[in-house]
């Protein structure tokens, strides 16, 4: 089965400075998608970035870029100029693309809290 | 605007009092499905519809109920709530079960069950 781990469960950050949250995760499979998803106080569940594992270059949105490691099942978040609107919570999440193994189900990451400080 | 609403957005109820939250999407997809979100667990499946009449158990799904009627509208249902189903839940939905790179999520809906 897929889990994915998100070991720090809060984090803070100055603002405009970078932080790096990190995730990992365990499957078998070799073709899915993972997903970096953002939580304000709103509680909305924001999507921020997504990866296809078949594609070798890291994504990219904006301030947000992650590394994604394949090999060793990572897939970090890296904020840079960090804005006091990027302090919520974000979560890691899995998606198996293809195969029995597809019911559309995404595969979270326990969250990690972000706090952008002034 | 495209969007997946849910109704209530919050809800306070006693154990025991059967209750319903709606979802509908306005995008014409295929794939709806609930999740439960709960400290330190994140989010959790508790059902999905992969279309219309075809529903099937997520990773969370005992005490609750869905139906699927129509495409637009996955209800979740709660026959007799009890405090561990206290919690804060989302609707989402996609294109297909494959097209998980576009899915949309409601606003979620706060339960408190006493």
């Known amino acids: 089965a897929q889990t994915v781990t998100q070991s720090q469960p809060e984090m803070s950050v100055q603002e405009a400075e970078t932080v790096t949250l990190s995730c990992t995760y365990d499957t078998s499979e070799n073709n899915y998608y993972l997903f970096w998803y953002k939580q304000p106080p709103s509680r909305q569940m924001i999507l921020v970035i997504r990866?296809?594992?078949?594609?070798?270059q890291n994504a990219t949105e904006n301030r947000f870029s992650v590394n994604f490691q394949k090999a060793a099942k990572s897939f970090s978040l890296k904020i840079s100029d960090s804005q006091l609107g990027d302090t919520a919570m974000y979560f890691c999440?899995?998606?198996?693309?293809?195969?029995?193994?597809?019911?559309?189900?995404?595969?979270f990451g326990q969250g990690t809290t972000l706090q952008v400080k002034p | 605007e495209a969007q997946v609403t849910q109704n209530p957005r919050y809800l306070i109820t006693v154990t025991g009092k059967k209750l319903t939250v709606t979802c509908s999407q306005n995008?014409?997809?295929?794939?709806m499905s609930w999740y439960r979100q709960d400290p330190g667990l994140g989010l959790r499946q508790i059902y999905y519809s992969m279309n219309v009449e075809v529903t099937d158990k997520g990773d969370v799904p005992e005490g609750y109920k869905v139906s699927r009627k129509e495409k637009r509208n996955f209800p979740l249902i709660l026959e007799s709530p009890s405090p561990n189903q206290t919690s804060l839940y989302f609707c989402a939905s996609s294109l297909s079960s494959e097209r998980l790179d576009e899915q949309y999520f409601g606003p979620g809906t706060r339960l408190t069950v006493t």
């Open positions: 999440a899995f998606a198996s693309i293809y195969g029995s193994s597809n019911t559309g189900k995404l595969i």
């Open positions: 995008m014409n997809h295929e794939y």
């Open positions: 990866q296809e594992a078949y594609k070798q």
